[in-house]
């Protein structure tokens, strides 16, 4: 069996806004022909426990696989093949379920394949790998691997900074201001990205109905950038060292920004037990009335 028989089902599958009925048709499907992937697919989205959602993933990975190798669709043509989008659609998110399981070399492996496609997904098989790096303290790979890297994206940025002040306390040659521009650097592609990272923000509060695109462009981009400060937050906690670090200076841009509202004097307190006092008030002296990102990332990084 190669064609996927229930076309007109999935489609309403991705058009319902009613989680219930998502779920009923999907039994539909999934009762004829229990291994059909593209559902699998969905059901897999919609389980919340990891040892669930992964055998949902393994079961319909076998099949996918299955049948693409009846046909003789090449790994090299997956992105050209609809079930072969399916595949590593089903492997991306197979791959995650492992890391959040602590199967990290499970995790490695699929995360190596999925950098080698050009998906649509944002970077995240990208993510996965540099995290990955992370946890092994791989500083040297990391640190070779974003030199290389041509997408300057979320992943490149925090993971060069990790291992870049992870290297400087072993020992390595990048200095206080280098650190500082690299940090800079990577605020400036997601300024809300560190908060959701040390838990300052909460997750972002969208209601998308499921499987469909109702989010807008900057809710979805916000959306993607809260799931990366999750993926990625447990970097910080690594080392003691760099967690002060990263936090003084998450915690500088969110009061030279008016970030934190009612608990500005909390945070003005943890910033000068941080010792980071000096820096925001000569920042602050430089920035006049201009307290927009742009303006205070401007200055934070002509000073590094």
């Known amino acids: 069996m190669r064609e996927i028989d229930y076309d007109e089902l999935l489609e309403y599958v991705y ?5 219930q009925e998502v779920k009923e048709l999907l039994d539909q499907i999934l009762e004829v022909e229990p291994d059909e992937p593209q559902a699998l697919l969905l059901l897999a989205d919609l389980t919340e426990d990891d ?17 693409l190798d009846e046909e003789g669709v090449q790994e090299s ?5 609809e079930l072969g989008l399916i595949y590593l659609a089903l492997m991306q998110r197979m791959a995650f379920t492992l890391f959040a399981l602590e199967e990290d070399e499970r995790a490695f ?49 925090y993971s060069r900074l990790a291992a870049a002040f992870m290297t400087s306390r072993d020992g390595g040659e990048l200095d206080e201001a ?20 040390l838990g300052y923000f909460p997750e972002p509060e969208f ?36 967690l002060n670090w990263f936090s003084q ?4 841009f ?39 990102d742009e303006a205070v990332l401007r200055v934070l990084l002509s000073r590094a």
């Open 15 to 19: 058009e319902s806004d009613n989680l």
């Open 51 to 67: 040892e669930e959602r992964l055998d949902i993933l393994e079961r319909a990975m076998n099949s996918a696989r299955s049948y």
């Open 77 to 81: 043509d997956f992105m050209e093949d």
């Open 109 to 157: 492996k699929l995360a190596e394949k999925l950098i080698c496609y050009d998906l649509d997904d944002h970077g995240s098989g990208r993510s996965l790998y540099y995290r990955i790096l992370l946890e092994r303290k791989d500083w040297a790979r990391v640190l070779e691997e974003t030199m290389q890297d041509p997408d300057r994206k979320l992943a490149w940025a």
């Open 178 to 197: 280098t650190l500082s521009k690299f940090l800079w650097e990577a605020v400036s592609l997601a300024p809300n990205a560190p908060f959701y990272m």
């Open 207 to 242: 209601e998308p109905e499921p499987f469909s695109d109702a989010l807008n462009d900057v809710e979805e981009w916000e959306e993607e950038v809260f799931h990366f400060s999750i993926l990625y937050e447990g970097v910080w906690s690594l080392s003691r060292e760099l």
């Open 249 to 252: 200076k998450v915690i500088l």
């Open 254 to 292: 969110g009061l030279l920004t008016e970030r934190f509202g009612e608990e500005s004097s909390d945070m003005r307190e943890i910033l000068d037990s941080l010792g980071g006092t000096t820096e925001y008030e000569e920042v602050l002296g430089s920035l006049g009335e201009a307290l927009d």
